[in-house]
T-cell receptor
Framework: KQEVTQIPAALSVPEGENLVLNCSFT??????LQWFRQDPGKGLTSLLL?????REQTSGRLNASLDKSSGRSTLYIAASQPGDSATYLC????????FGTGTSLTVIP | EAQVTQNPRYLITVTGKKLTVTCSQN?????MSWYRQDPGLGLRQIYY???????DKGDVPEGYKVSRKEKRNFPLILESPSPNQTSLYFC???????????????FGNGTRLTVT
């Protein structure tokens, strides 16, 4: 069964810092990997989707990479802002979705 | 506006009283799914549907039912709710799944259910 792990569970950084969130998965037979943002009491918002054949995707200050063979993905956030404070989740699509438990990010002004 | 709509947002009920949480999407998506989110356990899939009249169990289907009679609607039914079903529930949809298409998952705003 697919296991998705996100480390660290929580992260606190000063504003302006570049940071990396990690996601690992045990079964590499995935179609794609998605990164989401969740604000307290809200639903999840899709940030980036990387197809299994791709190595990375970029959207603004966000860059996600995928190394399918090693079962790893990273989400890089450049020049962090207080508005980036949220929980970030990754999920792999195997026809059925499997989610990590998320990294709670706090950006301190 | 393209969206997934869940209702109600909050629901408090008693053990054994049947309830339905509705989910509707206006994006003509084929794939729809239900998740529950619990502290420390993350998001776990309850049921999913690849298309009309096609539903499959996720990881935690016990105590839940679903139906997909129309493409846009995917209601979640708790026939006899119990306190261990107290949770935050999310409905989600995407155009396709398990394919090479760029098809992100869209989520509703959630339903917070409390069963006493």
């Amino acid at each position: 069964k697919q296991e998705v792990t996100q480390i660290p569970a929580a992260l606190s950084v000063p504003e302006g810092e570049n940071l990396v969130l990690n996601c690992s998965f045990t079964d590499s037979a995935i179609y794609n990997l998605q990164w989401f943002r969740q604000d307290p009491g809200k639903g999840l918002t899709s940030l980036l989707l990387i197809q299994s054949s791709q190595r990375e995707q970029t959207s603004g200050r966000l860059n996600a990479s995928l190394d399918k063979s090693s079962g790893r993905s990273t989400l890089y956030i450049a020049a962090s802002q207080p508005g980036d404070s949220a929980t970030y989740l990754c999920a792999v699509d195997m026809g059925q979705f499997y989610f990590g438990t998320g990294t709670s990010l706090t950006v301190i002004p | 506006e393209a969206q997934v709509t869940q209702n109600p947002r909050y629901l408090i009920t008693v053990t054994g009283k049947k309830l339905t949480v509705t989910c509707s999407q206006n994006m003509n998506h084929e794939y729809m799914s239900w998740y529950r989110q619990d502290p420390g356990l993350g998001l776990r899939q309850i049921y999913y549907s690849m298309n009309v009249e096609v539903t499959d169990k996720g990881d935690v289907p016990e105590g839940y039912k679903v139906s997909r009679k129309e493409k846009r609607n995917f209601p979640l039914i708790l026939e006899s709710p119990s306190p261990n079903q107290t949770s935050l529930y999310f409905c989600a949809s995407s155009l396709f799944t398990g394919s090479s298409y760029n098809s992100p998952l869209h989520f509703g705003n959630g339903t917070r259910l409390t069963v006493t």
